[in-house]
């Protein structure tokens, strides 16, 4: 009896001992190391492969990470293929074989990961030759964003062969690669001949242009790829090709607005019985929607609505238009519009301060805004001389005096009985709170332009890439009155000479006009003139 409870008491040791080495121990280091790729079949480079199970075996466990939509085959096939995994091996499975005298690569890209810390096996790349060769044209370069030349990552460049009528609208590229953090790109053992090449930001990951919220860069003319060392600059752009759409319309006492669904560049209004007049219009700064006002002219009745976006895509719509039922009220009394030239929402000496009105007014008094500080009336503007209606009688403005109070907080009162509604009651018109900034000035840049181009447009652009100044077809610029900060120096080859950056063709045959970005940004001082030769 002795012995068996022994025996048991062993036993018991042993379970409890088997049991707890299952676990891992704690506090141990954490796995950082990547899978690491010990064998495979075929093995890379291998000549005459037949085999329709391609066999790789790691130095840990591995699982797959989405693999069916990461792993890149190039050249393209339909072939399917199983995967099976099993410890520290993974098997694709194909259910045709590979076509003869073929170079495949596989691109694994971040298919492949550990199990313990899903560690990805990066740069994992197979190539072999159904063959007796492997081939070896290669080609490689960059892909940028067109008008910031900014790099694209994880952008998908492909190769169409010429020979066939494969479209990247309709078709998986017959070779494809992805570009990595700094836009850079490489072709390996590719087969020689002429392609068709191109770059997209594949928001739907299906390595096919279609969807215009995707960049796209192409080349009108094919490369020639060969074993040649070559690099091949891929610029991207947005092409669009969707009019603007006149969405909703909306009738009120005092305007009528059209609210469109997207940001409109350009916009129009003409009486149908009056096409040389013109209506008074505002765009929204979105350039979603325009309200439209009446005067002496026109009451009311049937007008045409001329709308273009940035693309230079145009509608037109007849309305009727009719001035009737309550007061918009976008805006209740009044507010402070953003103009864009704040620094850190204050508004500096000589700046142009905007205010937006409830309604179209009339100013009847001769001092409209008072300024105020700590209850203390700094200045009094006068109208017309410092104060300013603009034409759809919305928007007051006026320049920020010299500010001498030492209390950087001003008050802006506006005169309820000199500014009075068009039609309709009065509205209660708040007292609107501004930070005045320090005294900055601005700066201005000069310099010359050496070129041997015919035509051409200088654009000076923010950090934001928006436009700031420009100027066309002149050998040496001058900028002034720029608000202290970084810029860059934009160049546009205005092919066709017609004043403006013609983009992508939506048939992916013209390529976009060129666009030259000065190699270095320009920091702006205030009262500082800078000089900045360019050559292009």
């Not at 009108?220 to 090709?241: C, F, H, K, M, W």
């Not at 051409?456 to 001058?478: A, G, M, S, W």
């Amino acid at each position: 009896m002795k012995i068996v409870n022994s025996l048991l008491l062993a036993a018991s040791v042993i379970s409890i001992s088997s049991c707890a080495s299952i676990n891992n121990p704690e506090g141990g280091p954490k796995d950082e190391d990547a899978p690491e790729l010990l064998n495979s079949n075929p093995k890379s480079q291998e000549l005459n492969v037949s085999t329709r199970t391609i066999t790789l075996d790691f130095n840990e466990e591995v699982q797959q990470n989405n693999l069916q939509k990461e792993l890149l085959i190039t050249p393209f096939t339909d072939n399917k293929y199983q995967v099976r995994s099993s410890r520290t091996r993974m098997e694709l499975v194909f259910e045709q074989p590979f076509e003869e005298n073929t170079t495949y690569t596989l691109n694994f890209r971040k298919g492949i990961q550990d199990i313990t810390e899903k560690n990805i096996a990066e740069g994992l790349v197979l190539t072999f030759s159904t063959g007796s060769f492997i081939d070896s044209s290669r080609v490689s370069g960059q892909v940028v964003r067109l008008l910031t030349q900014e790099p694209e990552n994880e952008a998908v460049v492909a190769l169409y062969p010429t020979s066939d009528t494969l479209s990247i609208r309709k078709s998986r590229p017959y070779y494809q690669t992805q570009t990595n953090a700094n836009g850079e790109f490489t072709f390996e053992n590719i087969r020689d001949g002429e392609y068709r090449i191109y770059a997209l930001t594949d928001k739907n990951n299906n390595s096919l242009y279609d969807t215009e919220e995707e960049r796209i860069a192409y080349k009108a003319e094919p490369i020639s790829v060969t074993s040649e060392e070559q690099e091949v600059v891929l610029q991207t752009v947005g092409i669009d090709t969707k009019r603007p759409i006149l969405q909703r319309r909306e009738r009120y006492t005092d305007r009528f607005v059209a609210n469109y669904n997207e940001g409109i560049e350009s916009f129009i209004a003409r009486p149908a019985d009056s096409p040389k007049d013109t209506l008074i219009h505002k765009v929204s700064t979105d350039g979603k929607i325009v309200d439209l006002f009446g005067d002496s002219r026109f009451a009311g009745g049937r007008a045409i609505l001329t709308a273009l976006d940035s693309a230079a895509n145009r509608t037109v719509d007849t309305v009727q238009i009719a001035f009737e039922g309550k007061r918009a009220q976008r805006v209740q009394g009044a507010r402070l519009k953003e103009n864009g030239n704040t620094s850190n929402g204050a508004i500096s000496e000589g700046q142009r301060v905007i205010i937006e009105l409830e309604t179209p007014v009339r100013i009847q008094s001769k001092t409209p805004i008072r300024l105020l500080a700590d209850s203390i009336e700094v200045a009094r503007l006068t109208y017309p001389e410092q104060v300013a209606l603009d034409r759809t009688a919305t928007e007051i403005s006026f320049v920020m005096p010299k500010w001498t109070n030492n209390n950087r907080q001003a008050s802006i009162v506006l005169d309820s009985v000199g500014i009075v509604p068009v039609q309709g009651e009065r509205f209660t018109m708040p007292t609107l709170q501004v930070t005045v900034a320090e005294a900055r000035g601005a700066g201005s840049l000069r310099g010359a332009v050496k070129t041997e181009q015919k035509s051409y447009i200088i654009q000076l652009v923010d950090n934001q890439y928006k436009v700031k100044h420009q100027v066309r077809n002149t050998r040496t610029y001058n900028f002034r009155s720029i608000e202290p900060g970084t810029y860059f120096i934009r160049v546009i080859l205005d092919a066709n000479n017609n004043g403006k950056w013609d983009g992508g063709d939506p048939e992916l045959v013209r390529e976009p006009e060129q666009v030259y970005l000065h190699d270095k940004p320009l920091e702006i001082r205030a009262n500082w003139e800078m000089e900045e030769n360019i050559e292009f």
